[in-house]
């Protein structure tokens, strides 16, 4: 069975433009969560969809927004990028929302100029 | 928002030795997960904890789910170089499902 995958894997942008990345979950897993990595603040959670539906929400600005599609794969964007924005996104899926297991990708390694 | 107080920050140890790292909480947790990530790469799942006092072992690794429900630990034994890494302990609290991670262990093997 496929894992997670995670499109692209290397983004650079600059200061002011806006970002989307992909994330497709393990065949059959229905709920996606969304972590950005730093060194200074680690894995961070940003936000838990399932069902096409936002369950959870980790503590970031709304310039962070996701959304899930009926095949479970899910976007998250970012807007009006700043410098901090750089990071690594990670996607995780479990099969649903109670399974506290949950099986990430490779990442999404974005940097802002 | 909350975050797991996971020590030591790093270690440096030679082939064949063993390894312990730990991660402990302000609050009850409900279940502790122990991962490793390689550099360039995503978090890979190593042992999931679900019960106070669960002791489980994934080869050459054994995670303990502390009887307190505050703490959890991790061991390795007998090192090996491809063990060189970044660990992280994660878990859920009472408060939400969404999982709380420590700031991991960088784990380094000498040959």
């Known amino acids: 069975k496929a894992g997670v995958t995670q499109t692209p894997r290397y983004l650079i942008k600059t200061r002011g433009q806006q970002v989307t990345l992909s994330c497709s979950p393990i065949?059959?897993?229905?709920?996606v969560s969304w972590y950005q990595q730093t060194p200074g603040q680690g894995l961070q959670f940003l936000f838990e969809?399932?069902?096409?539906?936002?369950?959870n929400k980790g503590n970031f600005p709304g310039r962070f927004s996701g959304r899930q599609f009926s095949n479970s794969r899910s976007e998250m964007n970012v807007s009006t990028l700043e410098l901090g924005d750089s990071a690594l996104y990670l996607c995780a899926s479990t099969f649903n929302p109670t399974q506290e297991t949950q099986y990430f990708g490779p990442g999404t390694r974005l940097l802002v100029l | 928002g909350q975050q797991l107080n996971q020590s030591p920050q790093s270690m440096f140890i030679q082939e064949g030795e063993d390894v312990s790292m730990n991660c402990t909480s302000s609050?009850?947790?409900?279940?502790w997960l122990w991962y490793k990530q390689d550099p360039g790469e995503g978090p890979v799942l190593l042992i999931a904890l679900y019960k106070a006092g669960e002791l489980t072992s994934n080869g050459r690794l054994t995670a303990q789910f502390g009887i307190t429900r505050k703490d959890s630990f991790l061991n390795i034994s007998a090192s090996i170089p491809s063990d060189v890494g970044i660990y992280f302990c994660?878990?859920?609290?009472?408060?939400?499902?969404?999982?709380?991670f420590g700031k991991g262990t960088t784990l380094s093997v000498s040959s």
């Open positions: 065949s059959g897993h229905r709920s």
């Open positions: 994660a878990g859920t609290n009472q408060a939400g499902t969404a999982l709380i």
């Open positions: 969809y399932f069902s096409e539906t936002q369950r």
């Open positions: 609050s009850i947790f409900n279940t």
